[in-house]
């Protein structure tokens, strides 16, 4: 998917049929639109309620750290290194963000749960960003959508209380 033009999008538009100004996500699908950090699914869609994968959730960080060069490859009995997020897995990998399995899988294709989530942003906060941060969406959360883990992203970056979520705010920053 391409990224939707910012330019020409009226105020309290985030340029996605299923996103709008009166959404809690508004603010942060909007943000990391603008920076090509998220993008939505096809179309004029962004399924804020679909739930993301693994896979995803490491591009998104990819995209966030400015896609750095990748070299190397993971040994993990589920990796396909031509699927669009591969370099992103790597990445990941190397940088103490994603682990796999204790069976050598990555579980890509995975929905990312909030327990997940939280370790693996407090893994890009410590590891990329190099602060201490935690609690970011709902630990209980079996399944994260795309919009949950575009408001925990926001508040990540952005070291912002402003969404109420279901665990404490940032710490140590």
């Not at 993990?76 to 682990?99: E, H, K």
Request: aromatic share 8%.
């Amino acid at each position: 998917a391409a990224l939707l033009p910012v330019s020409g999008l009226a105020a309290g538009n985030t340029g996605y049929s299923d996103v709008d100004s009166g959404d809690s996500c508004f603010k942060a699908v909007t943000y990391l639109r603008d920076h090509g950090y998220m993008i939505g699914t096809g179309g004029s869609s962004f399924s804020p309620d679909v739930s993301l994968s693994r896979g995803m959730a490491a591009l998104i960080l990819y995209r966030l750290a400015g896609e750095p060069e990748v070299t190397g490859s993971v040994d993990f009995s589920d990796f396909d290194a031509g699927r669009y997020d591969s370099d992103a897995i790597i990445w990941a990998v190397q940088n103490g963000i994603l682990t796999g399995s204790s069976d050598a899988a990555i579980r890509a294709d995975k929905t990312l749960s909030g327990s997940e989530a939280n370790t693996i942003l407090s893994h890009y906060a410590k590891n990329i960003m190099n602060t201490n941060a935690a609690g970011f969406a709902d630990e209980n959360a079996a399944e994260l959508s795309r919009a949950d883990f575009a408001v925990a992203v926001y508040k990540l970056i952005n070291d912002t209380t402003e969404y109420d979520l279901d665990i404490a705010s940032l710490m140590g920053k």
